[in-house]
């Protein structure tokens, strides 16, 4: 069976109604035939039918035993710290989410919990910074925002090795290009707010555990600290995710147009996007993915915020915002939204440099994402030519 007929078809028929569409258990709590006895339900917050319904599409998705959702990406790495102990370290990739760095940092350093930040694309950085204390390594492949891609199975290896988790956020390939539990990953989180859900209309996170007795692990937590996904934001993933492989198909074919066309403009420095050979490890991303995803990444020659500043306020389809993976073109200056929690140095030093623009190409058509961004740039280029123009007359 194809992934396509195997992702519709894992979506149950309700077995009381015959109802196609999953119903939403909009409940607090089951009612109970005696003390204890239920029918695999006592309350809402332990399990829900709308959730668990969900938790199971996603875990057969990546290829784990178990998932639990949660109420948002960040919420889903939080229960995966939680696997930790004071004292414990984590190894995480340099290029990290902005929000993982800033729960890494500003709360579980508070908790005895200490991070070492390594390039992760070269594989030797992993080797040589793991620990005995190192009982977690974190990758984000691609990362956010500079695409870059380490080798999840070499990684994988290293971390079983030391006796160390692997941990995955899958966030910007999803399943669809990417299942890093057949790689050797132990978990897999994701913002289910981005691909997953696919129309920007909710936040939700989910877990993937490689086997039961880590699912369940996640599922303790999860119950013990609460942030789990409402019945009707559980149905709303479902919904989204039905329409996954073909959304993402078409997400990648666009991003891979536009990329190609912004290494064209004379107003754009470097392109990130691991579906072009000119990529650091394009290699390993077409080793490990069978597609490049919807985010492309580029800076600008006139390197400052400035100028990042005039294309992200000229676009019309690309639509200036936080968070990606929608139906809907987006775009964003991460200096100064995503990433500004981040210090300038720390910054920069992960390539997310001053005019750095991300862009989340969406599902218009390729040549009017095109035209848009060429119209924005080319405005740039009129700026730049002004500049000259009046430095020029300056002199004189
Ligand atoms: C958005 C995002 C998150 C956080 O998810 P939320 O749903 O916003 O809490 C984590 N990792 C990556 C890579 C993301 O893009």
Known sequence: ???????????????????????IYQTSTFVQEAPGENKGYDYAR????????????????????????????????????????????ILAVDDIYGGAFRLFTHIYAKFGITVNYVDTTQVVNVIDAITPRTKLIWLETPTNPTLKISDIEAIARIAKQHGALLCVDNTFASPALQQPIKLGADLVVHSATKYLGGHSDLIAGIVVAKTEELGAQIKFIQNASGAILSPNDSWLVIRGVETLYLRVKEHSRNAQLVAEYLQTHPAVDKVYY????????????????SGFGGIVTFNLKEDTAEAAREVVCSTAYFKLAESLGGVKSLLCHPATMTHKSIPAETRRAAGVTDSLIRLSVGLEDAGDLIGDITQALD????????QVEAEAVGQL
């Open 1 to 23: 069976m194809s992934n396509a007929t195997k992702l519709i078809h894992s979506i149950p028929v309700d077995p009381l109604t015959g109802s196609i569409s999953v119903p």
């Open 46 to 89: 332990s399990n829900n039918p709308t959730r668990a319904a969900l938790e199971k599409v996603i875990a057969e998705l990546e290829g784990g035993q178990a998932a639990s959702a949660f109420a948002s990406g960040l919420a889903a790495i939080d229960a995966v710290v939680k696997l930790l102990q004071s004292g414990d370290e």
């Open 274 to 289: 691991p579906g072009l050979k000119s990529h650091h490890n394009h290699d390993i991303a077409a080793r490990q993915q």
């Open 379 to 386: 405005r740039l280029s009129g700026v730049v030519a002004r």
